[in-house]
Structure formats: structure tokens, C-alpha cells
């Protein structure tokens, strides 16, 4: 919404099947181009990928990304020097359809779904674009029609923080599997900007 803070893109990677991964996990990109300090070429970012396997079109070769534009605002100018804005997340939220992306990964083991057992209960806490491997998530959990969809019988509590409700991520797709999973899927929003928490202070995550 136009009350949010910074800029947060939805990006598509088509990886033509080359590229699978798991919910939980991460991608590198390495952006074009070379680092002006060195000349040498610039390393390697990591991106939580923001959908289940199977990608938002169930193809099972896009994954989406969750890029916040990582901006520089400098008291002096008093605006955003662009000669500081971040290298990689402005390239992915520039990027347009057809933009080659260089990858590395998948990585990661640590954020894997507990599948083995379907009555697992999660609890999820994110804040701003922390929330892309918990979109997975909750994809696989609630809005996909796969058997995995169909085992899960436990309770998954999602937690996010962000400034303000024009910043928040994803909401409608949450809503819709809440109200499809009323006794499985419960949000909590914290809202920094808006709401107070018990002693009268910002409401940050930690304050739910
Ligand atoms: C496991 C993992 C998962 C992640 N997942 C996500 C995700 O899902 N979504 C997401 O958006 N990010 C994610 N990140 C962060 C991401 O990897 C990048 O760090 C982020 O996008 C910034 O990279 P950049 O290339 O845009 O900025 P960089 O070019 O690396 O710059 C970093 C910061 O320094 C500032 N800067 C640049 N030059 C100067 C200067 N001269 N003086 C002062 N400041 C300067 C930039 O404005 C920027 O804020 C993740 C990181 C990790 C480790």
C-alpha cells in the first residue's frame, strides 16, 4: 500500500525444472557487473525462496522470490543516494520479464519443513521479508491441493511484524487459507507504527 515502508517486490525465477528445491530453503544470485572498489565481481547474495516446490504456478519450475530494495537515505542530500542503494536487490526488483538471473543453491537445512509427522505444529516469526520461507509454508500447508496438504492435521501460528498494515506481505493469500483452515491457521500481526503494546510502546513481534 502507499503508506508502506521501502519497497518489497514478488519476483518470478523461471529455472526450467534445472533448479529444484525445498520449502525452507535459499538461492543465491549473484548480480551483473563488478564491484567498484575492486573490479572484481560482485559476490554472491542469499534470498529465502518464497514459494513451496512446486512454485506459485504448481509447474514445479518457477520459485519465487521476496526482495525488499535495499535503499540508502542520507541526512545531507536529504533523500536516497542512489551511489549507495544496494547492489543485488535492486537489480531483482529492476529486473523485467525475460531478465537473466545467475544463481547459485539451493542452500540451506536448517528452515526444512518437519513433514514426518503431519500433526507437527509450527510457530512462525518473521519480520518483513523474513516472511518468504514461511509463504512456502504455508502454501504447502494450506493452499495447495497435494497429499501433503491434505495429511497435515496440526496447528500452524504465524507471526509477522512490519511498520504498518500498507506494509504488510501476502495478506490476502493468508486470509484466504485462514479461512479455509479455521482450527489449523492463526496470524498474528504486529504492527509497529500502528498499535501500542501493554506499556504503551511500539508493538513489535516480541510484545504478541
Ligand atoms: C539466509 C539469508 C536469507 C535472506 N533472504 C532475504 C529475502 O528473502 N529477502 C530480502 O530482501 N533479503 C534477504 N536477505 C538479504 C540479502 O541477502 C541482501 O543482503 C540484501 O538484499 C541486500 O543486498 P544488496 O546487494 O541489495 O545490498 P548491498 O549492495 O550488499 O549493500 C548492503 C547495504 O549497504 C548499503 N550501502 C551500500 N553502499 C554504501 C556506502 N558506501 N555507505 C553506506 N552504506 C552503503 C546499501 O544501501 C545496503 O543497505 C537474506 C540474507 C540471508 C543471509
Known amino acids: 500500500g502507499p503508506k508502506a515502508t521501502g519497497e518489497t517486490c514478488h519476483i518470478i525465477i523461471d529455472h526450467e525444472g534445472e533448479f529444484p528445491y525445498w520449502e525452507g530453503q535459499s538461492w543465491g544470485v549473484i548480480p551483473p557487473g563488478n564491484r567498484e572498489k575492486d573490479g572484481k565481481p560482485h559476490s554472491v547474495r542469499l534470498y529465502s525462496i518464497a514459494s513451496s516446490r512446486y512454485g506459485d504456478d504448481m509447474t514445479g519450475k518457477t520459485g519465487s522470490l521476496c526482495v525488499r530494495r535495499a535503499t540508502y537515505w542520507c541526512d545531507e542530500l536529504k533523500a536516497d543516494d542512489p551511489a549507495k542503494k544496494g547492489v543485488c536487490s535492486n537489480f531483482l526488483c529492476d529486473s523485467t520479464p525475460g531478465t537473466e538471473v545467475v544463481m547459485t543453491g539451493p542452500a540451506g537445512k536448517v528452515m526444512l519443513m518437519p513433514e514426518e509427522d503431519p500433526t507437527t505444529d509450527y510457530i512462525m516469526v518473521a519480520t518483513g521479508t523474513g516472511i518468504a520461507p514461511y509463504r512456502g509454508f504455508v502454501r504447502r500447508l494450506f493452499v495447495e491441493d497435494t497429499p501433503a ?51 504503551g510502546g511500539k508493538m513489535y513481534i516480541q510484545d504478541k
Open 149 to 199: 496438504a491434505s495429511a497435515y492435521k496440526g496447528e500452524a501460528w504465524l507471526f509477522l511484524g512490519v511498520a504498518n498494515s500498507d506494509a504488510l506481505l501476502y495478506d490476502d493469500e493468508f486470509q484466504e487459507a485462514k479461512s479455509k483452515y479455521p482450527d489449523n491457521f492463526r496470524i498474528d500481526y504486529a504492527l509497529s507504527r500502528e498499535q501500542e503494546n501493554k506499556s
